[in-house]
């Protein structure tokens, strides 16, 4: 996936990414996963995310893996988190995770309600669940 791809993915490339990360095979795998960690950095990839989740006709690992990305991304890069000293964390290399644009947020709110809501598998309900909590 090259930065082009990936700024202009939509909700069956990143279907196709989350079945690859599944794959046997690390020349699908790795490509695959490395794509899933840069999620944070593609506008609109977290509606993408509850999209697949909350879409039942999608394999359940697939929703799942979904709703486990959404919720790390909504952890990660809700607001700006800091420590109990009110310093900005960051991660291993000293950077701070990019923000979520509200144009974002104002997409996810709603509809990780109404997945919730609709959801009749417990695990994605406690994912979607945890991730609502989180922001």
């Given at each position: 996936?090259?930065?082009?791809?990936?700024?202009?993915?939509?909700?069956?490339?990143l279907h196709v990414v989350l079945q690859?990360?599944?794959?046997?095979?690390?020349?699908?795998?790795?490509?695959?996963?490395?794509?899933?960690?840069?999620?944070?950095?593609?506008?609109?990839?977290?509606?993408?995310?509850?999209?697949?989740?909350?879409?039942?006709?999608?394999?359940?690992?697939?929703?799942?893996?979904?709703?486990?990305?959404l919720k790390n991304i909504c952890r990660?890069?809700?607001?700006?988190?800091?420590?109990?000293?009110?310093?900005?964390?960051?991660?291993?290399?000293?950077?701070?995770?990019?923000?979520?644009?509200?144009?974002?947020?104002?997409?996810?709110?709603?509809?990780?309600?109404?997945?919730?809501?609709?959801?009749?598998?417990?695990?994605?309900?406690?994912?979607?669940?945890?991730?609502?909590?989180?922001?």
């Open positions: 996936w090259d930065s082009f791809t990936m700024a202009t993915m939509d909700v069956e490339q690859q990360s599944f794959s046997p095979d690390v020349n699908l795998r790795g490509p695959a996963e490395e794509t899933i960690r840069n999620l944070k950095q593609i506008k609109g990839a977290t509606a993408l995310l509850l999209q697949i989740a909350a879409e039942k006709q999608v394999q359940f690992e697939v929703r799942q893996a979904a709703a486990i990305q990660e890069c809700w607001a700006e988190r800091v420590n109990f000293a009110g310093y900005p964390l960051s991660d291993g290399e000293s950077q701070k995770a990019p923000l979520m644009d509200d144009e974002d947020k104002g997409r996810i709110r709603p509809g990780l309600v109404a997945a919730l809501l609709e959801e009749p598998e417990k695990s994605l309900r406690d994912l979607l669940a945890e991730t609502l909590h989180t922001i």
